[in-house]
């Protein structure tokens, strides 16, 4: 009957224009990439992240070329092949030529790759920072204790002549009295 297959066409199509929604609306960058680098898909959060207007701007260029180090791409595509689904992360570059640190989840379809991704640079910025903060603090914390040794070692030598010199003024007075008395 033309009426139902009429429906189902529709039904198909509010279907399609719900998981676009939900793609294009993800807070993650989505994309369906050839294992030659060969961009099918891209959403908004993709293209923008790399500098770029529209996903076709995006598309008209090979995957390989936003990746920092393309031997770790090799390695990502042979890994891929080996286990079907790899999560990892790594340096990318924007349209611009800047590094963005991702983070990749992808998943391999016949000769195609569905990959969902976030930018972490933001991320790991802040955990370089911690580091860095984290080893200021130690260094800070050596150069406390050195400071507390130095100056415990500098005291107890003035220390030390003020108690003999003391000791021997009480060893004096006190044959001063016995002579004194007697």
Not at 31 to 40: C, H
Not at 76 to 94: A, D, M, N, P, S
Request: zero cysteines; hydrophobic letters at 35%; charged letters at 40%.
């Amino acid at each position: 009957d033309v009426s139902d297959i009429k429906k189902a066409q529709n039904d198909l199509k509010r279907s399609e224009e719900k998981y676009r929604n939900l793609i294009d609306n993800a807070p993650m960058a989505v994309s369906r990439v050839t294992l030659d680098g060969r961009y099918l898909f891209a959403n908004e959060r993709l293209y923008r992240r790399y500098g770029f207007n529209s996903a076709r701007e995006l598309m008209a260029e090979n995957a390989v070329k936003r990746w920092k180090y393309p031997e770790k791409r090799r390695e990502f595509i042979e890994r891929l092949k080996r286990e079907g689904r790899v999560k990892l992360e790594t340096e990318q570059l924007t349209r611009a030529g800047e590094t963005k640190d991702i983070l990749l989840s992808s998943l391999l379809q016949g000769d195609e790759m569905i990959t969902m991704s976030s930018d972490i640079t933001e991320l790991k910025k802040a955990q370089r920072e911690k580091e860095r903060l984290l080893a200021t603090l130690q260094d800070m914390e050596e150069q406390r204790k050195k400071l507390i040794r130095d100056l415990s070692h500098q005291l107890k030598t003035p220390l030390s002549i003020i108690e003999m010199a003391s000791n021997l003024l009480m060893e004096g007075n006190a044959r001063s009295e016995e002579h004194t008395s007697e």
